[in-house]
């Protein structure tokens, strides 16, 4: 999947893909007035949902599949817990009705009709069993299926046909497999250090195996190339041939002493990188004068070999001694619209952090502070103190008092005005419609000064 042009330009996953198209199909058969029964290979995770599909627990949630019945096969003469009651669970418990779906043999209908009692006495949501003659042609014993499946109709009891067998299928070793634990117990996959090496580790479960493990392989994708890099007893590998950003899918099968196969393990996706991506802050890089509470855009570009996925900024109002969030993880769109504070100050900055897709990251400052000034109408009564930049006009409105402290400093900005307004629509301009107290003193003069944008 994920190979042809139109999907990849949907920047999509596998499985994203594969829930769109379920959806698209239930909800035309809604239109209908039908229902949808479809296979569970695809998403089922015991079957080929993780070797082919990627399917995860969460493109199994609420809302994101269309609730089609899913038919769970399996064809073993003996119960399977991982094909059989490991499916039906994992799909019961998302919200998803299932179907038993055996064939040929007699042990193999009476198995699933188990395995389908049982689920149902605590989910409840396996709809029955079907009789799948998927060969053309049957042996004798191969058509025995067929009626055991009948006297499933009308009872969960061991049928009478079984008792005709020349073998007793419940003494047969019971192919139980063995499964991995999910992530991060079961199976680890990650650089080491600076080199490009992936170490793999994983650890078998066979606590449910009548059998102990006698061997494991481990299976590595490339695009659409798919190795065994190894066959081993040994619970982790070094994986040296793998080459800087590319990406690389693991998975793990396990193998016991009667030759019984697990299912696949959980996938684990590696990019090997040694190199960290580069940020450059392209606005506001200094010099800037900003009317405060005003909308203003920040910029930056990046450079990576694997891509940088997110952007974090920052703000800071004291030359960076201290910093304040403006947004976590933001996309990569070179751009971000900001609502700056209500705030002024001479002495501000921003910073960017980006990371890529295996999480290094680095970061970029303004290099020269610019300014968050104050601007606009004062509809209430105010007080200054301290350093006080105006970026633009001013307009103490009538019936309010704007008071100025002793020893307060109002810096305008040279040759500008931000509101565009005033009597001079080029330079700050201080409009008192209301009241000014100013309450300088010898010792704490108030001054008026400019400052260079």
């Known amino acids: 999947m994920n190979s042809d042009s139109r999907c990849i330009k949907r920047h999509l996953s596998d499985a994203q893909l594969l829930a769109g198209e379920i959806d698209s199909v239930y909800d035309y058969a809604g239109s209908l007035g039908k229902g949808v029964d479809m296979w569970a290979d695809m998403l089922n995770p015991y079957h080929n949902g993780l070797r082919y599909y990627n399917t995860d627990s969460t493109l199994l949630a609420a809302d994101v599949i269309e609730p089609a019945t899913q038919y769970v096969w399996y064809y073993g003469r003996t119960r399977d817990f991982v094909h059989q009651d490991s499916s039906l669970a994992y799909l019961g418990s998302r919200g998803l009705n299932t179907v038993g779906a055996g ?19 605590t989910l409840g949501k396996c709809l029955g069993f079907v009789y799948t003659p998927w060969a053309p042609t049957f042996d004798d014993e ?25 073998y007793d299928p419940f003494t047969l070793h019971q192919n139980l497999g063995d499964i991995f634990s999910p992530i991060p117990g ?4 990650y650089p080491v250090g600076d080199s490009l090496a992936v170490e793999l580790n994983w650890q078998g479960v066979s606590a449910s195996d009548l059998d102990p493990v006698e061997s494991y392989s481990l299976y590595r994708r490339k695009g659409d190339e798919v190795l065994c890099l190894t066959s081993t007893n040994q619970t982790h590998f070094t994986d040296a041939a793998v080459e800087e950003g590319e990406e690389y899918t693991y998975w793990v099968t396990s193998k016991d002493t009667l030759g019984n196969l697990s299912p696949y393990s959980q996938m684990i996706t590696v990019i090997p990188d040694t190199t960290s991506p580069r940020v450059f802050l392209l606005s506001p890089n200094g010099g800037e004068n900003w009317a405060r509470g005003s909308q203003v855009t920040i910029t930056w570009r990046t450079e990576d070999n694997v891509g940088v996925t997110s952007i974090d900024l920052e703000y800071s109002l004291d030359n960076g001694e201290q910093w304040y969030p403006i947004v976590q993880g933001t996309e990569n769109d070179s751009a971000y619209t900001w609502q700056l504070p209500d705030t002024f100050s001479t002495s501000c900055k921003v910073r960017i952090k980006g990371k890529d897709r295996v999480g290094k990251s680095s970061f970029d400052v303004s290099d020269s502070s610019f300014t968050i000034s104050f601007c606009g109408h004062i509809a209430r009564n105010t007080t200054w103190s301290d ?15 704007l008071t100025i402290q002793p020893g307060a400093q109002l810096v305008f900005a040279a040759h500008t ?11 700050c301009e201080l409009i008192v419609e209301g009241s000014l107290s100013v309450q300088g ?5 108030v001054s008026f000064s400019s400052f260079s944008s």
């Open 387 to 401: 350093l006080v930049p105006i970026g633009g006009d001013l307009w103490v409105e009538s019936g309010k008092t």
């Open 441 to 445: 003193t010898k010792s704490q003069p």
């Open 186 to 189: 079961g199976f680890l996959a």
């Open 103 to 121: 064939a040929y043999y007699p042990e193999c209908c009476f198995n699933w009709a188990q395995a389908i009692k049982d689920e149902n006495s």
């Open 142 to 166: 191969r058509w025995l299926g067929l009626p055991t499946a009948g006297e499933f109709n009308w009872s969960w009891d061991r049928p009478s046909l079984l008792d005709s067998l020349p």
């Open 417 to 427: 005005d931000v509101e565009v307004a005033g009597v001079d629509t080029t330079r």
